[in-house]
């Protein structure tokens, strides 16, 4: 068993930052592949960044690049998703997701297997 808590959504203006948490407790792994999907009302739920708990680079989807950062507390067993420059199109629930090992499909929600209950994001003036 192995579960996921987001935290550190909010609502801020459009420029304005937030941090989320997602923490893991379980029966986990290092080998562990994460991600951030977001959804957000009549919409499919969307990639939004993925990294190897233990090593690989960020994976960022095109929306976020260069605005958004993966970090990890591993003592804490938390990943952490800084967003800087928020838009309102950033506007979404935002969903920590887990597998065991890694796939290069990592932009699919179906390849991850442990989901988080979510935390919303809401950026507006």
């Known amino acids: 068993q192995v579960q996921l808590v987001e935290s550190g959504g909010g609502s801020v203006q459009p420029g304005g930052s937030l941090r989320l948490s997602c923490a893991v407790s379980g029966r986990t792994s290092s080998n562990f592949g994460m991600a951030w999907f977001r959804q957000s009302p009549g919409k499919e739920r969307e990639f939004v960044a993925a990294?190897?708990?233990?090593?690989?680079?960020?994976r960022l989807a095109d929306s976020v690049s260069g605005r958004f950062t993966l970090s990890k507390d591993r003592d804490k067993n938390t990943l952490l998703m800084q967003m800087n420059n928020l838009k309102s199109e950033d506007t979404a629930t935002y969903y920590c997701a887990a597998r065991e090992g890694w796939s290069t499909a990592y932009y699919l929600t179906s390849s991850f297997t442990y989901w988080g209950q979510g935390t919303q994001v809401t950026v507006s003036s």
């Open positions: 990294v190897r708990w233990v090593g690989g680079s960020t």
